[in-house]
């Protein structure tokens, strides 16, 4: 169990709509990285939030966001869904600013969009 | 921009062989980590490797960190079905992204 808690695990819905992913970090982590992950693709870099604040950016469309809150949970949502945004979507926290790259990942929320 | 590249991309051997795997970049690594996916889960951490010629081992596990820092190997000794998984690579960018490779997925016959 690495402590991060992700929910939900399994989502399906349609075309079109709109979802939203959660997140809780370890204890004491304050930094929060969403990363999708397909077969073709691997797993890509979407956004990292440190202590509430965007960090850095990565292949992220314009209709996903995210969001740190200040009890450090974070939110992804994700909007008008197409087939292409079927995957795994992982969420992993770390406690140190200097990104040493040592990440605490959860089980992942998979997503099918029919 | 920076790649990290992970061979084989595929790998299936019988129980007791012995294995390496692969992680290589175009630019300099300041510093590389290792983890292992299994169905239906997150990645998880195995090591960190930061000095150039580092060598790390984690039981059955030897992790090595090329001299230049550009290139970082795994080699399982007699490996156990229990290995099975992928094995991802990551770097962290200028920009603090951190990057992971696509991966090598093993496959341990018993």
Known sequence: DSGVTQTPKHLITATGQRVTLRCSPRSGDLSVYWYQQSLDQGLQFLIQYYNGEERAKGNILERFSAQQFPDLHSELNLSSLELGDSALYFCASSVDITNTGELFFGEGSRLTVL | ?110
């Open chain 2, 1 to 110: 921009t920076q790649l990290l590249e992970q061979s084989p991309q595929f790998l299936s051997i019988q129980e007791g062989e012995n294995l390496t795997v692969y992680c290589n970049s175009s630019s300099v690594f300041s510093s590389l980590q290792w983890y292992r996916q299994e169905p239906g889960e997150g990645p998880v951490l195995l090591v960190t490797v930061v000095t150039g010629g580092e060598v790390k081992k984690l039981k059955r596990l030897t992790f090595q960190f090329g001299d230049a820092r550009k290139d970082s190997s795994l080699h399982i000794t007699a490996a156990q079905t229990g290995d099975t998984g992928l094995y991802l690579c990551a770097e962290t960018h200028r920009d603090d992204k951190i990057i992971f490779g696509k991966g090598t997925r093993l496959h341990i016959l018993p």
